[in-house]
């Protein structure tokens, strides 16, 4: 796909293109910040049905089907007056649709999912809920914060998880019986994320009182704090980085209760327009990458590699060793991003506008994940089988996991 393009379809296709002489729309739009064309539209119709039961789609306007299948469509465009303007996408509709999990009324805000069969899940009432990701049946309500929960994530057994929200607080949970099983406190501002470093013994929240914390789960304590950010921190990551990276070193030895801390760096994405990047053992900070907008999320893609997304809709990949410029900039829409999820060396972003598309390890845009209409989807990943995406219209949705 062309990185300034990107083809849009309507949010039903799949529904809209199942009978005879239906219709669904499809646009290209152009992604360029200077660009002042306009989106480009076009129509699919339906002209029958194989034997299969599949439709035969045809398109006009310089799009074409090349592949429909139930779950997917392919399409291309190519400008008959500019051969060298041809885009293409493979758009990806749901296999289950999970909306009785939340209040249909009421945003789904944070989201997590195990290769165990469960997924976990706060909306904007302040409901907070285990449930079933083969079936969307509510297992646990996780009952103990207070207003909404920004953050959740499993730890790496499954069967613990960690929430961070506007009450200030990190709490973690034992997902077999419901119960709270340990509180943190320290923050000034909303826990707006977390990581967890290994196992978990450790593990790192950021906040909008502009500093993130490392703590000892064990006992709850605070072992360290990064601050003097301007603003929130709105997204950090914990990767493993390469040996020869310099990660600077501790002025004073840690403690036994940092553990596995060595050979990692924190980065941080920042509502001043920044990336920044520490060493999560040394406290030292290694680099700033100057955006062009506040960075919502940030993420690792292997040892070397790492991405933001910007409000502006900008995606920023990052090489560690030559941070000054980065390896490209992109865009899959031109709203704020709003989640990133690394997969096989690409990654899934998520976006304000409702759009969700997988960037592969070439740096390529050629997934869209459809479904919402508008509403943004505000969390965005994956187990080893499906996708799953929370989303302002109070739906949970679930994809097959097709990436080759």
């Known amino acids: 796909m062309a990185s300034a393009c990107r083809i849009l379809v309507q949010c039903d296709w799949q529904l809209a293109l199942r009978e005879t002489d239906g219709k669904a729309w499809i646009a290209l739009q152009d992604l360029s910040d200077t660009s002042a064309k306009p989106t480009l539209r076009g129509q699919l119709i339906n002209c029958g049905t194989s034997s299969a039961g599949l439709p035969y789609v045809e398109g006009n306007n310089g799009f074409s089907v090349k592949n429909i299948s139930k779950e997917s469509l392919h399409v291309c465009y190519n400008d008959a007056s500019n051969q060298s303007t041809t885009s293409e996408m493979t758009f990806q509709s749901t296999t289950g649709n999970f909306a009785s999990i939340h209040d249909k009324k009421k945003s789904v805000i944070c989201l997590d999912a195990t290769d165990g069969g469960l997924g976990m899940s706060s909306s904007s ?26 953050t959740c994530r499993f730890f790496p057994s499954g069967i613990v998880a960690l929430s961070g929200g506007a009450d200030l607080r990190l709490k973690v949970w034992s997902i077999e019986t419901g119960k709270c099983a340990a509180t943190f406190l320290g923050h000034k501002g909303a826990v707006l994320d977390t990581a967890i470093v290994e196992r978990g013994r450790n593990i790192v929240s950021c906040s909008r009182d502009g500093t993130a914390k490392l703590w000892d789960c064990s006992q709850q304590m605070c072992l360290d704090t990064f601050e003097g950010m301007a603003g929130n921190i709105n997204g950090i990551s914990v990767g493993v980085t390469e040996n020869s990276f310099d990660l600077g070193h501790p002025e004073n030895p840690p403690g036994e209760k940092e553990v596995l801390t060595e050979g990692k760096m924190l980065l941080m994405a920042c509502e001043n327009n920044t990336l920044l990047s520490y060493g999560l053992q040394s406290r030292k900070k290694i680099f700033q990458y100057d955006c062009s907008d506040a960075v919502n999320c940030c993420t690792f893609l292997s040892e070397n590699i790492v991405v933001c997304g910007a409000q502006n809709g900008k995606l920023s990949i990052i090489d560690l060793r030559n941070y000054n410029v980065p390896l490209k900039e992109m865009k899959t829409s031109n709203s704020a991003v709003e989640s990133l999820y690394s997969h096989r060396g690409g990654f899934f972003t998520s976006a304000h506008d409702g759009s969700c598309h997988y960037v592969n390890n070439q740096y390529d845009s050629f997934l869209s994940l459809t479904g919402p209409d508008c509403d943004p989807v505000y969390r965005v990943v994956c187990n080893s089988s499906h996708v799953f995406t929370a989303c302002r219209d109070g739906n949970i949705r679930k994809y097959r996991l097709n990436i080759p």
């Open 125 to 150: 009432d302040g409901k907070f809920k285990v449930w079933q990701t083969d079936t969307g049946e509510v297992r646990r309500d996780l009952v103990g914060h207070i207003g909404d929960v920004y």
